[in-house]
């Protein structure tokens, strides 16, 4: 598996459209745990940094996972795990990150990566 870092930033050019980004995609009929690093930063203006995983589950299309940053601090760096779905009747199955809030950067990376084990 190769790696590479995804940047992010919201507001982009289209405020109505927030910025995302496919971080992995399964195609394996196996579901697969990832690692991501995450270093999220806000502007001191802001009042809360916001991003979102999407795509984590097959049966319940909506379900998502919200990483925010609130309080003093401009700058968050933290580690999640994340499931990702096998693949289903030959459609890859895509997990996306999306910055919510404006005034938000977002720099992620895979830093591991194994099968998942229920």
């Known amino acids: 598996m190769s ?3 995804i940047v992010l930033t919201h507001p982009q050019l289209d405020p ?21 690093s995450l270093e999220l ?3 001191p203006e ?9 795509g984590l589950h097959i049966v319940t299309p909506n379900r998502e996972h919200r990483v925010e940053l609130k309080g003093p601090a401009t700058t968050l760096t933290t580690v999640v795990a994340i499931y990702a ?3 289903q009747a030959g459609e890859a199955r895509d997990i996306t990150l ?10 992620a990376r895979i830093v591991g990566f ?3 084990d229920a």
């Open 41 to 43: 930063t806000r502007a």
């Open 98 to 107: 999306t910055v919510e809030t404006p005034g938000t950067l977002v720099q």
């Open 3 to 5: 790696s590479h870092d």
């Open 85 to 87: 779905p096998s693949m």
């Open 46 to 54: 802001q009042p809360v940094a916001r991003v979102v995983f999407r």
């Open 16 to 36: 109505n459209h927030p910025a995302s980004a496919t971080i992995f995609t399964n195609v394996s009929p196996l579901p697969v745990t990832l690692a991501v």
């Open 114 to 116: 194994a099968p998942y």
